[in-house]
């Protein structure tokens, strides 16, 4: 045999071994129609986005959109972006200065009057992605360093309000003037932005340090009269945060959806018959002080996004058991499962060495009915690929899934679908949006085989999801997938503001 017909034939067989060794396909696991598949952004450091601080704005462009473009190919779609990570904001705010993370310097703003956050909004959006603005509520430096801030810093603003704690100041949440405060900024966050949500992380009272003690005694002698604890008075302050946040935000952005990411263990059993069996030495309920369940349960936020960053069969916090725990406590928020990319290939535990891991994880949660997504941290880390995550997350996300809906009928009404006609570079799809339609956020592209339309539940039934061009009526995208020669029969839907679809569109039939 010579030799390149030997290499070949040696190269086809390790294919077949290679392709005997996958499972069946119809025995994979079904991609769902509607997942949330975000990745947190982190800013603080400069972790995830800007590259390195600048004033410079097509730098700060450029960053996002190869960012953004990254994430969208490896098939998210939501990005949950720290617009302010400590006092400090990556928009012109009435309350915090420029962040130092963002331009370099706090308070040095970017040039040429940029707005970044409106750019960062507009991107996603264009790319496909919604944006939820990730704020810190509390943290209000990441160190003790007051001569790096900036004059519209809260530490010259309102320095009463500060707690110096672990090497970092915080505001004290047991003072009503910050409550205000904070509710002001989710305000001017939702009024003046497009945004899809709202998002607090685990921050809430900061982690515990050995031997020292939160410093709010002064403030709970002067509010916390009526509380028989620290504790409850303190978990009232949370709650209340939260409560305010839920209603400032629907009065401004009704349909933007409020979300938190809590510590992965809310109580231990050992502590609460409704707790986890877990042995974790915090809890987000005992040592956060944030009830996260009573959040739930009351309807003050529409997401929990826990944070299971350890692996399946970790003794002291299993992540199996914990998606299950989470999935039944869940109350009336969505459940989405935070998930540690930055630990793939990057721990002492053998089992973030395997390539299997993550992946795992995400199909664990896909077959649990109350788990509806997974959320990624960090986006840089998804991205750098180690062990192959991306690849295995990029392969998991390959059909394109819409984001779960809130309840109700679509505001948005079927859209007008011409005729789909063959050209060279693909079946071409023309349609207008009808009247009701002025305010769909997305278009849903249906292909089905031959001349008749199949069932639009499924997700392989969706060939693109279109972000709408705003200010557009007529729309159009070239299928150049289309097999030459066979029939095709198209069918469009509309997605409104709270992510619901529209009645169909009158089928159109590509003939071959």
Same mark, same amino acid.
């Given at each position: 045999?010579?030799?390149?017909?030997?290499?070949?034939?040696?190269?086809?067989?390790?294919?077949?071994?290679?392709?005997?060794?996958?499972?069946?396909?119809?025995?994979?696991?079904?991609?769902?129609?509607?997942?949330?598949?975000?990745?947190?952004?982190?800013?603080?450091? /400069?972790?995830?986005?800007?590259?390195?601080?600048?004033?410079?704005?097509?730098?700060?462009?450029?960053?996002?959109?190869?960012?953004?473009?990254?994430?969208?190919?490896?098939?998210?779609?939501?990005?949950?972006?720290?617009?302010?990570?400590?006092?400090?904001?990556?928009?012109?705010?009435?309350?915090?200065?420029?962040?130092?993370?963002?331009?370099?310097?706090?308070?040095?703003?970017?040039?040429?009057?940029?707005?970044?956050?409106?750019?960062?909004?507009?991107?996603?959006?264009?790319?496909?992605?919604?944006?939820?603005?990730?704020?810190?509520?509390?943290?209000?430096?990441?160190?003790?360093?007051?001569?790096?801030?900036?004059?519209?810093?809260?530490?010259?603003?309102?320095?009463?309000?500060?707690?110096?704690?672990?090497?970092?100041?915080?505001?004290?949440?047991?003072?009503?003037?910050?409550?205000?405060?904070?509710? /002001?900024?989710?305000?001017?966050?939702?009024?003046?932005?497009?945004?899809?949500?709202?998002?607090?992380?685990?921050?809430?009272?900061?982690?515990?340090?050995?031997?020292?003690?939160?410093?709010?005694?002064?403030?709970?002698?002067?509010?916390?009269?009526?509380?028989?604890?620290?504790?409850?008075?303190?978990?009232?302050?949370?709650?209340?945060?939260?409560?305010?946040?839920?209603?400032?935000?629907?009065?401004?952005?009704?349909?933007?959806?409020?979300?938190?990411?809590?510590?992965?263990?809310?109580?231990?059993?050992?502590?609460?018959?409704?707790?986890?069996?877990?042995?974790?030495?915090?809890?987000?309920?005992?040592?956060?002080?944030?009830?996260?369940?009573?959040?739930?349960?009351?309807?003050?936020?529409?997401?929990?996004?826990?944070?299971?960053?350890?692996?399946?069969?970790?003794?002291?916090?299993?992540?199996?058991?914990?998606?299950?725990?989470?999935?039944?406590?869940?109350?009336?928020?969505?459940?989405?499962?935070?998930?540690?990319?930055?630990?793939?290939?990057?721990?002492?535990?053998?089992?973030?060495?395997?390539?299997?891991?993550?992946?795992?994880?995400?199909?664990?949660?896909?077959?649990?009915?109350?788990?509806?997504?997974?959320?990624?941290?960090?986006?840089?880390?998804?991205?750098?690929?180690?062990?192959?995550?991306?690849?295995?997350?990029?392969?998991?996300?390959?059909?394109?899934?819409?984001?779960?809906?809130?309840?109700?009928?679509?505001?948005?009404?079927?859209?007008?679908?011409?005729?789909?006609?063959?050209?060279?570079?693909?079946?071409?799809?023309?349609?207008?949006?009808?009247?009701?339609?002025?305010?769909?956020?997305?278009?849903?592209?249906?292909?089905?085989?031959?001349?008749?339309?199949?069932?639009?539940?499924?997700?392989?039934?969706?060939?693109?999801?279109?972000?709408?061009?705003?200010?557009?009526?007529?729309?159009?995208?070239?299928?150049?997938?289309?097999?030459?020669?066979?029939?095709?029969?198209?069918?469009?839907?509309?997605?409104?503001?709270?992510?619901?679809?529209?009645?169909?569109?009158?089928?159109?039939?590509?003939?071959?």
């Amino acid at each position: 045999m010579p030799v390149q017909n030997k290499s070949l034939a040696l190269c086809a067989a390790a294919f077949m071994l290679f392709a005997l060794s996958l499972p069946p396909i119809q025995a994979q696991q079904p991609s769902p129609k509607r997942e949330f598949r975000g990745a947190w952004v982190a800013t603080v450091l /400069s972790l995830d986005y800007p590259d390195r601080p600048t004033t410079w704005p097509v730098a700060l462009k450029e960053d996002w959109k190869n960012l953004v473009a990254g994430l969208k190919a490896a098939g998210l779609n939501a990005v949950i972006v720290q617009v302010r990570p400590a006092a400090d904001a990556f928009y012109p705010s009435r309350y915090a200065p420029w962040s130092a993370y963002l331009t370099g310097q706090q308070g040095l703003p970017p040039e040429k009057g940029f707005d970044p956050l409106e750019f960062m909004i507009a991107e996603a959006h264009r790319q496909g992605l919604e944006f939820h603005a990730w704020l810190n509520p509390y943290r209000a430096s990441m160190n003790l360093d007051t001569t790096a801030f900036a004059p519209g810093h809260v530490f010259h603003q309102h320095r009463k309000w500060l707690r110096s704690y672990g090497g970092r100041y915080y505001l004290d949440p047991g003072i009503p003037a910050v409550r205000h405060h904070l509710s /002001s900024i989710v305000a001017e966050l939702a009024a003046q932005y497009d945004i899809d949500g709202l998002h607090f992380d685990d921050y809430f009272y900061p982690y515990p340090v050995a031997d020292a003690p939160f410093p709010d005694s002064s403030s709970f002698a002067r509010y916390g009269a009526r509380y028989d604890s620290v504790a409850d008075w303190r978990r009232f302050n949370v709650d209340r945060l939260i409560q305010m946040t839920d209603s400032t935000l629907a009065r401004h952005k009704p349909f933007a959806q409020f979300g938190v990411s809590p510590f992965g263990v809310w109580r231990n059993l050992a502590d609460d018959p409704r707790g986890s069996a877990t042995q974790a030495s915090v809890s987000t309920y005992d040592h956060l002080y944030a009830d996260v369940l009573r959040w739930a349960q009351q309807g003050w936020v529409d997401y929990l996004v826990p944070q299971l960053y350890w692996h399946r069969g970790f003794e002291p916090a299993d992540h199996t058991a914990l998606q299950e725990w989470w999935g039944k406590y869940r109350g009336k928020a969505r459940l989405y499962i935070g998930h540690a990319a930055y630990r793939a290939g990057n721990s002492t535990h053998e089992q973030w060495r395997s390539a299997g891991e993550l992946p795992a994880q995400v199909k664990l949660g896909r077959a649990n009915p109350e788990i509806e997504g997974a959320v990624f941290f960090r986006a840089a880390s998804l991205l750098e690929n180690r062990l192959g995550t991306r690849d295995s997350i990029q392969h998991l996300y390959a059909l394109p899934a819409l984001l779960p809906a809130r309840p109700g009928a679509s505001d948005c009404s079927s859209p007008r679908l011409k005729k789909a006609k063959t050209k060279r570079k693909g079946n071409l799809i023309r349609w207008k949006d009808s009247r009701g339609t002025a305010e769909a956020r997305q278009f849903v592209i249906y292909r089905f085989e031959g001349q008749k339309a199949g069932s639009l539940e499924e997700a392989r039934a969706i060939r693109y999801i279109s972000p709408a061009n705003r200010g557009q009526r007529r729309h159009k995208f070239i299928d150049g997938e289309a097999q030459a020669g066979k029939a095709y029969t198209y069918i469009i839907t509309a997605v409104d503001r709270a992510r619901r679809e529209s009645l169909p569109s009158r089928p159109a039939v590509v003939q071959p």
